[in-house]
């Protein structure tokens, strides 16, 4: 089992940066794969950006593609998520999440997830 615990949102003026982080507690980080969604007010939870175990495939949403980036780092048990160029329809709960297998992107075929972190971001 695996404990997910994500920082790093705030409020960000449109065009601005927030780096989230990730940190998982339990044994064997290496063996899931992690992912990032976020659930706007009143939508359902949906996939921003998911990366394999090794951390050599990843997958981005098309509307953050190009201005978010994900990352891992297996030594520190954390996995990033970098937003740049952030725009007002960004704003949602982001949440991390862990599967103990390969690589998706539907939010349902994750087993662990954490408890979320509010991103804002004004026009």
């Known amino acids: 089992q695996v404990q997910l615990v994500e920082s790093g949102g705030g409020l960000v003026q449109a065009g601005g940066s927030l780096r989230l982080s990730c940190a998982a507690s339990?044994?064997?980080?290496?063996?899931?794969?992690m992912g990032w969604f976020r659930q706007q007010s009143g939508k359902e939870r949906e996939f921003v950006a998911v990366i394999s175990r090794s951390g050599a495939t990843i997958y981005y949403a098309d509307s953050v593609k190009g201005r978010f980036t994900i990352s891992r780092d297996n030594a520190k048990n954390t996995v990033y998520l970098q937003m740049n160029s952030l725009k007002p329809e960004d704003t949602a709960v982001y949440y991390c999440?862990?599967?103990?297998?390969?690589?998706?992107?539907?939010?349902?075929?994750?087993?662990?997830w954490g408890q979320g972190t509010q991103v804002t971001v004004s026009s």
């Open positions: 999440a862990a599967r103990a297998s390969a690589v998706a992107v539907t939010p349902a075929r994750y087993d662990y």
């Open positions: 339990g044994r064997s980080f290496s063996s899931y794969a």
